[in-house]
């Protein structure tokens, strides 16, 4: 069914229909994209060129109707920030600030039957201030974010702007491996890569702002392995527990049973909805599913905490690495159990193909996804390697861990090496066939395919070739989806609906104004943000929900994400493999791409460190030398080239998230180690 609110004059203000869920894709739709790579001159892959440093950004003055809509809103700041009650005298300043930034009334979907629309009254009030505290504070918010995103960002390198001064001076447009060690180091002595760990789970904080009540309350299993690079280093005592907690929610009655239903019947994981299957987040207190989060297909989650966990299993027995179970006692009956089941779950649903929700957790993906393959393939993969490789078969901590691993529920699937090879190639065969798309035919274009290339997928058997197709990938991801202050997660994408016509969805999340009180238009509006707070405690995974979300964001202003340092993560982990070859013309052309593409990368993820004295896109004050997860679009009070007030991206309200710095960690120290490496040749 169609619903169009129209004001009025009869201008279409917001258009729903509801969305149908969509088939299957049959296997054979599977293809590869060859989206054209981002062209950039060669140089020598051995030392940088002519560096080029940062400079002060030079900024525009203001013209006559910004120093207006400056002034109403400091002003409208000044007199809120008293805390006293409202009078009537003044409402003159709000209804100058009303017919200056805001609008008396609004037409948008309603949160509750997201095909309809609802109209809200939307001045700004002496009576609605002084009796809604939560209303006033929004509109301090707001306001402050609003001064924020008028501000420019203090230094620039070439065109990447630079938010914290004391790091632009350690930038450059290349580095020395000296060079880039000054830059790591001093964000690691200034608190940039520091986290906070849970003393009794190991579980590290993921973000550091207080005001996300979801983010403070949940676990997620993702960015708990994510963080993994980080607290192996900075706590590895730590890491073994972090573990060992994910095994005992994995290993609850709940998450058991899901598993155990998949494996016993794999159609009702394939055909049910999105609340079919194993959670992804759990509650840290009873580690136990959250009960409101009804997306259970986030299949990527469990293929990393595979990996996680039986790459701690070999670390410590193997190679006696702090951070991993040296003695098989340490590993918990939880982690064995959880090992087993996820490993048999992935080939009784046969993962290659099975729908799933990604990264993002939106909407559920028919056929499956092409990084959530690779990371169960690479766990799967890190389990063969922990029950069959012959190296191996010489340490009693080895022998005595297969010989729990066999032991425990479908112990015979893990102790039959040639059925786990057929499951890890399936899973091989899958990615090499779709490597330049995430949705083959639906969602192609996504910045999760950037963690293919920091993954151990070969793209092919040749390693020059492999390195090339790496390179091709991260090129396209870099040409398509990277902006100013990050990565946008992904392209807009068609939805198919009820009626059997497509809507384009573009990424809605963190989308402009998304935390504050102020609408896609940039119009003040208090309704709005109690709106979207609504929408984004709806579950996504409803089309109807995900398709009006979209209707409410703005083209070309989706957040932009952190990933950039992934980028550079899959760029320089090229390089230190094609070091691991024989020298020829190719490997140095190669070589040179990806220390370029790093470099540039790099660059980007250093550049959205923040500096002090900002505010987040929720109008909070923002922590200086952070990561934030996303810089969102916020309407500034600066003139487009349009006529109307321009949006500026600054950081949004998960600053610092800890998932963020640990990517950024993890590609300074890729990077770091191609740059010794290099150096060091002959």
Not at 591 to 601: N, T
């Amino acid at each position: 069914m169609i619903q169009a609110i129209r004001h009025h004059q009869g201008q279409v203000l917001f258009r729903s229909r509801a969305a149908a869920p969509q088939e299957e894709v049959p296997q054979d739709l599977y293809h590869s994209v060859a989206l054209e790579p981002t062209a950039q001159p060669l140089r020598s892959c051995g030392s940088p060129a002519a560096v080029e440093t940062p400079v002060p950004a030079l900024a525009e003055p203001p013209n006559e109707k910004e120093r207006y809509w400056q002034a109403i809103a400091r002003e409208a700041l000044e007199r809120l920030n008293g805390g006293r009650p409202l009078a009537a005298q003044d409402q003159d300043w709000l209804d100058r600030l009303q017919a200056a930034l805001g609008r008396p009334f609004a037409v948008i979907p309603d949160p509750d039957h997201p095909s309809q629309g609802k109209v809200l009254d939307t001045r700004l009030t002496v009576e609605k201030l002084n009796a809604s505290p939560e209303k006033r504070e929004a509109l301090e918010r707001t306001l402050a974010a609003m001064l924020e995103a008028t501000r420019d960002a203090p230094m620039v390198l070439g065109d990447i702007k630079i938010h914290n001064p004391q790091v632009a001076e350690r930038m450059a447009s290349g580095y020395t491996a000296s060079s880039f060690r000054e830059l790591f180091g001093f964000c690691e002595r200034n608190g940039v890569f520091d986290i906070s760990v849970d003393p009794a789970s190991g579980l590290i904080r993921t973000s550091g702002g207080t005001e996300n009540a979801e983010m403070a309350a949940r676990q997620w299993v993702t960015d708990s392995v994510r963080c993994g690079e980080l607290e192996r280093d900075r706590d590895p005592e730590g890491w073994k527990k972090a573990l060992s907690t994910v095994a005992l929610f994995y290993s609850g009655p709940r998450e058991a049973e899901a598993f155990e239903k998949a494996i016993r019947d794999p159609e009702s994981y394939r055909r049910g909805g999105p609340a079919e299957g194993v959670a992804h987040i759990f509650i840290p207190a009873t580690l136990e599913r959250d009960p409101d989060w009804a997306n259970n297909k986030r299949l990527e989650s469990h293929g990393m905490a595979l990996r996680a966990m039986c790459d701690c299993m070999i670390a410590g027995a193997v190679r006696g690495e702090r951070w991993g179970f040296s003695c098989a006692d340490e590993v918990s009956d939880s982690m064995i159990s959880t090992v087993a089941r996820m490993a048999r779950m992935f080939a009784a649903i046969g993962y290659e193909s099975a729908p799933a929700v990604g990264n993002w957790e939106e909407t559920v993906f028919p056929g499956g996804l092409t990084w959530d393959t690779e990371a169960m393939r690479s766990g799967l993969e890190s389990l063969h390697d922990l029950m069959h490789n012959s190296a191996y078969d010489g340490n009693a901590q080895i022998a005595r861990l297969r010989e729990r691993l066999r032991q425990a529920p479908h112990g015979d699937f893990l102790a039959d090496a040639t059925a786990l090879q057929d499951s890890i190639r399936a899973g091989q065969d899958r990615v090499r066939r779709t490597y330049m798309a995430e949705s083959p035919g639906i969602r192609e274009m996504d910045s999760s395919l950037t963690f293919l290339s920091q993954s151990t997928i070969r793209l092919d058997d040749d390693p020059a070739a492999d390195a090339r197709k790496h390179l091709d990938l991260l090129e396209a991801v870099e040409k398509n989806l990277v902006r100013g202050n990050g990565m946008i997660r992904y392209l807009p994408f068609q939805v198919r609906l009820q009626d059997g016509t497509a809507v384009s969805s573009p990424d809605s999340y963190l989308s402009q104004n998304y935390t504050i009180a102020a609408d896609r238009d940039g119009k003040i509006d208090l309704e709005w943000a109690e709106v979207m707070n609504q929408f984004g405690s709806k579950d996504a995974s409803d089309p109807e929900v995900f398709a009006a979300r979209a209707q409410l964001s703005s083209p070309d202003k989706e957040a932009e994400w952190f990933m950039v340092s992934d980028l550079a993560h899959g760029y320089a982990e090229q390089i230190n493999k094609l070091l691991d070859q024989p020298a020829d013309p190719a490997r140095k052309e190669l070589m040179a791409r990806a220390r370029a593409g790093a470099e540039r990368s790099i660059n980007r993820a250093y550049a959205r460190i923040t500096d002090a004295g900002r505010v987040k896109a929720n109008g909070r004050k923002c922590p200086a030398l952070a990561v934030p997860e996303a810089y969102a679009h916020v309407t500034s009070l600066r003139e487009g080239s349009d006529g109307n007030r321009s949006t500026r991206p600054i950081p949004g309200e998960n600053t610092p998230l800890m998932w963020a710095a640990s990517s950024l960690y993890a590609a300074s120290k890729e990077l770091q180690r191609a740059l010794d490496r290099l150096e060091a040749q002959p």
